[in-house]
């Protein structure tokens, strides 16, 4: 579907939720952060989280308001690209020290999908042109969802009302991700299409994961003492 432009934008929704969006989580960085308290763990890793948040709709927002022809935006669209695979490690980063105990539930985990998302980096920097979409969209969810090992661990001992807005947010990115791969639907022509759903569903994605992180989150934790045993 074709979007149309409006001045200073080529993908106006697309650009403007996700700048604006990159402005909100900012702020909304500064509560997370001081609901750890004195513990520099939960710190230092929440905004390893928030960074990527950051990060990733910045990259998205700039890339869409540029025109379609030119080195920035294809600069744009790479950083773009690679940005998702932070966000998928960054959205990790918070989730394995604080809630897990074990050796490899707290760090093993957590290497290993940086360890494979700085590889996905490197792999769509290098060869962007050459991967095709539907191996690209498997690599960015099959990253992602190895996550679900830690929510069903998590779910076990709390519930599922304790893991509900992880599998939300999982589902969002999901969702978002098939409607752009499949190119449906197209909610208001030249406006709103399915990449513009997909936008939407990341953004969702976030806000889940955020609340997640600060509802979960016991206030004025000891240092280095992980918040929940799983």
Known sequence: MDIQP??????????????IGAGV????????????????????????????????????????LLATKGAAH???????????????????????PLFFRSGWGRWGVLVLVWTLA??????KVTFFNAIPEALGLSLYLGLGWLGLGSGIA???RHGFRFIAPLVWGGLAYTLGAVADFARWPVLVPGVVGPHEVMHLGVLGGIGCFWWFFYSRLPQRQPE??????G
Do not use: N
């Not at 409006?6 to 700048?19: E, M, Q």
């Not at 280095?224 to 045993?229: D, F, H, T």
């Open 6 to 19: 409006i001045p200073g934008f080529t993908h106006p929704v697309s650009s403007l939720t996700h700048l």
């Open 25 to 64: 989580f900012a702020l909304l960085a500064v509560p997370l952060w001081r609901r750890c308290g004195g513990c520099r763990l939960c710190r230092s890793t929440t905004a390893v989280f928030s960074f990527t948040v950051v990060l990733l709709l910045s990259m998205s927002g700039v890339y869409h």
């Open 74 to 96: 294809e600069v744009f669209l790479r950083l773009d690209h690679a940005a998702i695979f932070a966000l998928i490690a960054g959205s990790f980063t918070p989730l394995q």
């Open 118 to 123: 700085i590889a996905g980096i490197v792999l």
């Open 154 to 156: 998590l779910g076990r």
């Open 224 to 229: 280095r003492k992980p918040l929940v045993i």
